[in-house]
């Protein structure tokens, strides 16, 4: 009962840094948990940040904690991912999703609704 549209991506350079956006439709997203994976070629889809749409606790992975900010804005029903200091090895395709409150937000598996993806490169 959500679509999911991510937005924000593009080419950018070694340490510059990019915000990407999800918008939610057909529901409100701080009904649900709201995630942001990212998947490079040949690799696994892999988690980076999540937000409780109830009390907008975060978490993220070891890899990109300190670099990516994860939020949310209510009044777009919008989330975001901050994304500084930006390396070559963030090169991916971005993706966010939902999943219920309390769903085991590392896991893929967990989210129901995803969104179709935006491309991000990092250069240099």
């Known amino acids: 009962q959500v679509q999911l549209v991510e937005s924000g991506g593009g080419l950018v350079q070694t340490g510059d840094s990019l915000r990407v956006s999800c918008a939610a439709s057909g529901s409100t997203f701080s009904r649900y948990l709201m995630g942001w994976f990212r998947q490079a070629p040949g690799k696994e889809r892999e988690f980076l940040a999540a937000i409780s749409g109830s009390d907008s606790a975060t978490y993220y992975a070891d890899s990109v904690k300190g670099r990516f900010t994860i939020s949310g804005d209510n009044a777009k029903n919008t989330v975001y991912l901050q994304m500084n200091s930006l390396k070559p090895e963030d090169t991916a395709v971005y993706y966010c999703?939902?999943?219920?409150?309390?769903?085991?937000?590392?896991?893929?598996?967990?989210?129901?609704?995803w969104g179709q993806g935006t491309q991000v490169t990092v250069s240099s």
């Open positions: 999703a939902a999943a219920s409150r309390g769903s085991r937000y590392r896991l893929p598996r967990e989210y129901f609704y």
